[in-house]
């Protein structure tokens, strides 16, 4: 991942640890994170323009709002979503475009995966001291298998290669 990538991941886990926010990263930045690194790619399957950063959140009413607070403090404008009187937490997906980055904050997976379970088996990385809580191994090829576009195929042979015997 290049230093960029780095910088904005760190931002925004740290800004979404400080606010308490149940979260994980999936997505390319998770297949990366597992060890297979390729460049961000948009929907027709063409190099994305920035890289994009997936986190799928826990889609509870309590982390809803611990998550509305955080995007804020990365300099989003929430009014309209903390005034809503009937927010539909598990409805809420929010995009971002940042200079460097998109950020894509989603509710749930194509994958039939529950995000409780899914956030018991996380894994987690420290990056200069800042914990990321990024999808399993396992979880990570059903999500991969469940969205099956030809980039997901690509990561799923990428990365059951890229495991060791010891590691399956």
């Not at 997936?54 to 929430?78: H, R, S």
């Not at 598990?90 to 995009?95: A, D, G, I, L, N």
């Amino acid at each position: 991942m290049n230093d960029n990538l780095v910088g904005s991941i760190l931002a925004v886990c740290c800004i979404l640890n400080e606010h308490g926010v149940e979260y994980l990263v999936v997505g390319g930045t998770a297949v990366a994170l597992h060890g297979y690194y390729r460049q961000s790619m948009n929907a027709a399957g063409a190099i994305a323009d920035k890289p994009d950063l997936d986190i799928w959140y826990n889609p509870t009413y309590t982390n809803y709002f611990k998550l509305l607070q955080a995007l804020e403090e990365l300099g989003q404008d929430v009014t309209k979503f903390k005034e809503e009187q009937a927010p539909n937490p598990r409805k809420s997906f929010f995009r971002y475009e940042f200079e460097q980055f998109t950020l894509d904050l989603l509710p749930e997976l194509k994958a039939p995966l529950k995000f409780g379970a899914s956030f018991r088996s996380r894994e987690t990385i420290a990056l200069s001291e800042v914990d990321i809580p990024f999808i399993s191994f396992d979880d990570l090829l059903v999500d991969k298998a469940a969205n099956a576009r030809p980039k997901d195929v690509v990561d799923i042979s990428q990365l059951k290669a890229r495991r060791t015997p010891d590691e399956t």
